[in-house]
C-alpha cells in the first residue's frame, strides 16, 4: 500500500491503534503523518521514537483549535489527503447506572470529535479535490454491547457520519471518499483489564479463535486511506476475525 506524498491526520495518534495506524502511514511513503493527541508524553514518544511522524496536542472537542489546525496544515503543507478519526474513549456501565458525565464524555469526544474534524478537514479536501477520510467505529457500533450504550450510540454514529460524507463531500464530482473501519476485540492494553474468561469467551465466537493484532487493523485503514481503494465509499469495513459471522 502506497501513501507517497500524502498528507495525513490521524486522532488518538500518541498511542495504541492511532500511533499504529500513524506509523504504518510513514511506512506507506506518507509525506508527513501528524499524529494528533492530548496527551503531551505520549506525543513525545512519538516525536522521539518515529522519524515522519510529527505530534500535535489537539482536543478534538474544540472547534476552535480544530480550526487554527487545519488553517496552520493548509498553509504549510497545503492540502490534507487523508483524515482518521480514531480518537475516542470508553466509560462503561449499565444504563440504569450510567450518568450524565459519562454519556456526555463519551458523545463529546468519540462522536461530536469526529464531526468537528470533517467539518474543517472534508471541505477542504472538496476544494482540493480529492481526499480519504476514514472513521474508527466497532464492532460494538454495529451489534451493540451491554453496559456500552454510550459507547456503541457512538460507533454506530461514526459509519452513519461517513456514509453520509461519502455523498456530501463527492458531490461536486471531488474524489473524496468516506469509510468506517470496525475492530473486533483487539490485543491492546485496554484488553489487559478484562478477565480471562471474557477473553476466552470472545475468543471462541471467534472464527479465527484469537484476537486480532493492532497492526491487522491499521492494515485495513492503510488500505482505505491509500489510491488502492480509490472505488471504495462510504463502507464499512469489519475487521473482527468473524466473530460477528
Known amino acids: 500500500m502506497d501513501l507517497s506524498g500524502k498528507i495525513c491526520v490521524v486522532t488518538g495518534g500518541g498511542k495504541g491503534i492511532g500511533r499504529t495506524i500513524a506509523e504504518s502511514f510513514v511506512a506507506a511513503g506518507a509525506e508527513k503523518v501528524y499524529a494528533c493527541d492530548v496527551d503531551d508524553a505520549a506525543l513525545a ?3 522521539k521514537e518515529v522519524s515522519g511522524l ?3 496536542m489537539l482536543d478534538v472537542t474544540d472547534p476552535e483549535a480544530i480550526r487554527s489546525f487545519v488553517k496552520e496544515v493548509a498553509e ?3 492540502r490534507i489527503d487523508v483524515l482518521i478519526n480514531n480518537a475516542g474513549i470508553t466509560k462503561d456501565s449499565l444504563i440504569h447506572k450510567m450518568d450524565d458525565e459519562a454519556w456526555e464524555a463519551v458523545i463529546s469526544i468519540n462522536l461530536k ?3 468537528n474534524m470533517a467539518r474543517e478537514i472534508g471541505p ?3 476544494q482540493q479535490g480529492s481526499g480519504s477520510i476514514v472513521n474508527i467505529s466497532s464492532i460494538v457500533g454495529l451489534d451493540g454491547n451491554m453496559g456500552q450504550t454510550n459507547y456503541a450510540a ?3 454514529g461514526v459509519v452513519a ?3 453520509s460524507w461519502a455523498r456530501e463531500f463527492a458531490r461536486k464530482g471531488a474524489a473524496v471518499r468516506a469509510n468506517a473501519v470496525a475492530p ?3 490485543n491492546t492494553p485496554m484488553i489487559e483489564t478484562v478477565p480471562d474468561k471474557l477473553i476466552e469467551n470472545f475468543t471462541s465466537r471467534t472464527s479465527l479463535k484469537r484476537l486480532g493484532e493492532v497492526q491487522e487493523v491499521a492494515n485495513a485503514v492503510t488500505f482505505l486511506a491509500s489510491d488502492a481503494a480509490s472505488f471504495i465509499t462510504g463502507q464499512v469495513l469489519r475487521v473482527d476475525g468473524g466473530f460477528s459471522l
Open 184 to 186: 473486533g476485540f483487539i
Open 161 to 163: 457520519m461517513a456514509k
Open 76 to 78: 504549510s503543507d497545503g
Open 113 to 115: 470529535g469526529s464531526f
Open 124 to 126: 477542504l479536501m472538496m
Open 45 to 47: 514518544a512519538v516525536e
Open 154 to 156: 457512538t460507533k454506530a
Open 54 to 56: 510529527k505530534g500535535v
